[in-house]
């Protein structure tokens, strides 16, 4: 049998179909996070990101290939750095910190909005979601809100270039924290080895836990769909 007649033969609709729903769902979920990177740097004075196209929900401006093939794989991941210029910034420290808090608490936002649009179909539109294409919205907005609220907690983590180490970094005294954004590249390598040792799944799975227990008291949707 030849290779196209053997990917015939084997082709599932269902797994490409869910396949697309996690892509589509893992774009809009980074997309959202680096555009709330820049719209908070924006406000804050630095027009850095905007300038360079970067206050965009298009995927093309924000997607890092591994970080996105890792959000779709595993459900934690990153895109490309939005350039930021502290200097802009009235209080620099502080201006960092609330650009890069202002990425999580966008895709928490995100996943509290899809996960509420998918309990007013569950509770609502139940008979509906069994027999119509509205079954496939209602998946598409449950991955939104796991990705979006695994995205999100992954970027609190305190090690650089994760969003959390530029809060954490924020509270250091001036001298500290300058010099560690001149080594940030070379702490880098402690996330690579952490992420392909898989030393932080656990605490990951708990952060998402505790993520998406808190968005579906929000939303009044069931927790024991994700079987919590």
Request: hydrophobic share 55%; glycine share 8%.
């Amino acid at each position: 049998m030849n290779p196209v007649s053997t990917f015939l033969v084997n082709f599932d609709p269902a797994q490409l179909l869910s396949l697309l729903i996690q892509v589509i769902a893992a774009l809009l979920c980074v997309s959202f996070h680096e555009m709330g990177h820049g719209y908070a740097a924006w406000l804050l004075g630095d027009s850095t990101a905007k300038k360079r196209g970067r206050v965009s929900m298009n995927p093309l401006r924000h997607i890092d290939p591994l970080g996105l093939l890792l959000l779709i794989t595993a459900g934690f991941g990153w895109a490309k750095p939005v350039p930021v210029d502290m200097q802009h910034f009235r209080r620099p420290k502080l201006g960092m910190a609330l650009t890069a808090l202002a990425g999580p608490l966008s895709n928490f936002l995100m996943g509290l909005i899809a996960l509420g649009g998918a309990s007013v179909l569950y509770h609502f539109a139940a008979v509906q979601l069994m027999t119509t294409h509205l079954y496939y919205l209602f998946l598409l907005l449950i991955r939104i809100a796991v990705l979006s609220v695994g995205l999100g907690m992954f970027n609190l983590i305190p090690i650089p270039p994760l969003d959390g180490s530029k809060v954490l970094f924020s509270l250091l005294p001036d001298r500290a924290y300058y010099t560690i954004l001149r080594y940030e590249r070379y702490l880098m390598f402690l996330l690579f080895a952490l992420v392909f040792l898989n030393w932080l799944d656990t605490p990951l799975s708990i952060m998402l836990h505790w993520g998406i227990d808190g968005l579906c008291k929000l939303t009044w949707f069931p927790v024991s769909y994700f079987g919590m």
